[in-house]
């Protein structure tokens, strides 16, 4: 466990870079490994006691998730949090689960409903506060167009990162964002009110971004 975050604990076995992949991973969440810090190939085998093809594989999935660049003669460091890119993201996000919304909540159900409150739990499980985006992850496997899940989950390790940096800068802002959900978002689901439920989500959207923004002209 880490700044209140609850981690799964690396045990070597089957699909071992995936492990490695996690485990860096969780670092680079939780905020040990930093914007532009270097993560030392010498010290994950270490640590883990794993090979350095391991790693080095290991290295490359997380570069595919945007979490690691692999920059000449320096090696694998961690992909920096621009503004530009917070935003555009976002603009992503609410776009995606605006129109997911429009098909889903006509059709909303009591399953429905406790799918997306099992969501919520897990996401209070894992960061200590509810995480907007594992509401919207929720939405988006409700729907019948597999693509919506799966380029969320493209985009996930990014917003995860910045979802817990804000948690461990300015928790008090973040709750006030878990009430919306757990509050607003909820009962606009349960009433099929697509409107107000993109609205909801689009005050989600903006609060995040902002929060964001805030947050990385604080501590980069």
């Known amino acids: ?129 509810v995480n907007p985006l594992c509401a919207f992850r929720s939405l988006c496997q409700i729907h019948a167009n597999a693509a919506y899940p799966e380029f969320l989950a493209d985009l996930t390790p990014t917003l995860d990162r910045l979802f817990a940096k804000l948690v461990r800068t300015d928790r008090v802002r973040v709750e006030a964002l878990e009430h919306m959900v757990l509050s607003d978002l909820t009962k606009a689901l349960a009433e099929r009110s697509v409107e107000t439920c993109q609205r909801v989500i689009q005050l989600l959207c903006r609060g995040l971004e902002r929060k964001y923004l805030e947050t990385l002209e604080r501590t980069g």
């Not at 992949?21 to 270490?46: A, H, L, M, P, W």
């Not at 961690?78 to 429009?102: G, H, I």
């Not at 409150?117 to 960061?127: E, G, R, Y």
């Open 1 to 129: 466990m880490a700044d209140g975050f609850n981690f799964v604990a690396f045990t070597p076995g089957p699909g071992l870079a995936e492990q490695i992949t996690t485990y860096v991973e969780q670092q680079i969440i939780n905020g040990s490994f930093k914007s532009g810090d270097r993560v030392q190939e010498s010290r994950i085998v270490r640590d883990l006691g794993v090979s350095r093809g391991s790693v080095r594989e290991a290295f490359r999935l997380l570069e595919r998730k945007r979490l690691l660049c692999i920059v000449p003669r320096r090696g694998a460091v961690v992909a920096k949090l621009s503004p530009a890119r917070v935003s555009d993201l976002n603009t992503l996000v609410l776009l995606m689960v605006s129109a997911v919304v429009r098909d889903v909540v006509p059709d909303w159900s009591e399953k429905h409903g406790e799918r997306f409150q099992k969501a919520l739990i897990d996401s209070k499980s894992q960061f200590g506060v």
